[in-house]
C-alpha cells in the first residue's frame, strides 16, 4: 500500500471513530468548528465582565471574601451557560444535559451541607461583621486574635501562639465577645485584704496603686469599694478603664501594684494556712 491510500485509510479511520464518538454522545462533531467559536465568544465575554465587576467592586470597597464570593458565583454562571452553548451547537440535547446538572447538583448538595452551612455562615459574617481580622474576640470561650475568614474556618491566634480553627457554622451559632470594637476596656479586680486593715486605709492603697499606673485612662470612672466578706477577709472591687491595646500591660501591671502598696501601708493578703498536729 502506498503512503497516499495508507494516509486516506487513517482519515477514514479517524472520520469513522469521530462518528462513533459523536453517536455515543449525541453529539454533531461536524459542528465543533462552530462550537469553537462560540467558546471563544464565550471567553471574550467572560474577560470582559470579569473586568466590569471588577471595576464595580473596587469602586465600591468589598471586602476581600465578598469579592471572592461574588467573583465565584459569577465565573461558575459563565461557564454553565458557556457548557450549555456549546452542547447545543454541538447538537447535544441540553435538557437532558440539564437535568443531569441538577441531579448531579442535587447530590452534592446532601453531600456537602455541612460546607454549604459553613459557606452560609461565612457570609453572614462578612456582612454583619460581629468581628474583623486584627479583632481581639472570643468565641465560645476561645479568646485571641483573628488572623483569617475563610468559606469553612476563622483562624485566631491565641496569646499563647497556639493557632485554632473554628468553623463557620460554629461561630454562627456562637455568643461572640468583641473586644476591639470599643475604644477602650474595662479592668476589674477582686482585691483581698485583712480584716485587721482599716477599710479607708486599703481604699487609699488602692486608689494610690490605680492612680500611679500611666496605663490607666484617669478621664474615665475609677471605682473601688468593698464588695464582699469571705471567711479570711475583706474583698475589694477596682474598676478601672485603658485602652484596648493596653489592656494585657495594664491588668498585669495594676497586679504588682497592689502589693506594692500593701508592703508599704503594711497591709495582709490573707492566704490559707494548714495547721498540723503531732501526736506523739
Excluded at 194 to 215: N, R
Aim: glycine share 4%; hydrophobic share 45%; aromatic share 10%.
Amino acid at each position: 500500500m502506498n503512503i497516499t491510500g495508507e494516509l486516506n485509510s487513517n482519515i477514514n479511520y479517524f472520520s469513522s471513530f469521530l462518528d462513533g464518538l459523536g453517536s455515543t454522545i449525541g453529539a454533531d462533531l461536524s459542528r465543533i468548528p462552530s462550537a469553537i467559536a462560540i467558546t471563544a465568544v464565550c471567553y471574550i465575554i467572560y474577560r470582559v465582565v470579569m473586568k466590569i465587576v471588577t471595576a464595580f467592586i473596587d469602586r465600591t470597597h468589598f471586602e476581600k471574601n465578598i469579592v471572592k464570593i461574588i467573583t465565584t458565583v459569577i465565573k461558575v454562571f459563565i461557564i454553565f451557560n458557556a457548557i450549555m452553548m456549546v452542547a447545543s451547537a454541538l447538537g447535544i440535547n441540553t435538557s437532558s444535559l440539564v437535568a443531569a446538572f441538577s441531579i448531579f447538583g442535587l447530590a452534592i448538595s446532601l453531600a456537602v451541607q455541612n460546607l454549604m452551612s459553613n459557606l452560609a455562615n461565612a457570609v453572614s459574617i462578612y456582612l454583619n461583621r460581629p468581628f474583623q481580622i486584627d479583632d481581639y474576640v472570643n468565641i465560645n470561650g476561645i479568646e485571641g486574635t483573628v488572623m483569617d475568614i475563610s468559606f469553612m474556618l476563622t483562624k485566631i491566634k491565641t496569646i499563647k501562639n497556639e493557632m485554632i480553627y473554628i468553623t463557620n457554622s460554629t461561630v454562627g451559632s456562637a455568643t461572640i465577645i468583641n473586644y476591639s470594637q470599643l475604644p477602650v476596656r474595662r479592668i476589674e479586680h477582686i482585691v483581698d485584704a485583712s480584716y485587721d486593715a482599716p477599710i479607708d486605709e486599703v481604699k487609699m492603697a488602692l486608689k494610690e496603686a490605680v492612680m500611679s499606673e500611666p496605663l490607666i485612662l484617669k478621664d474615665e470612672d475609677i471605682y473601688i469599694a468593698l464588695s464582699s466578706y469571705s471567711s479570711s477577709s475583706i474583698r475589694y472591687t477596682v474598676r478601672v478603664y485603658c485602652k484596648k491595646t493596653d489592656y494585657i500591660a495594664c491588668r498585669d501591671s495594676l497586679m504588682e501594684r497592689y502589693k506594692h502598696v500593701f508592703d508599704e501601708h503594711n497591709i495582709s493578703i490573707p492566704y490559707t494556712t494548714l495547721s498540723v498536729n503531732v501526736v506523739s
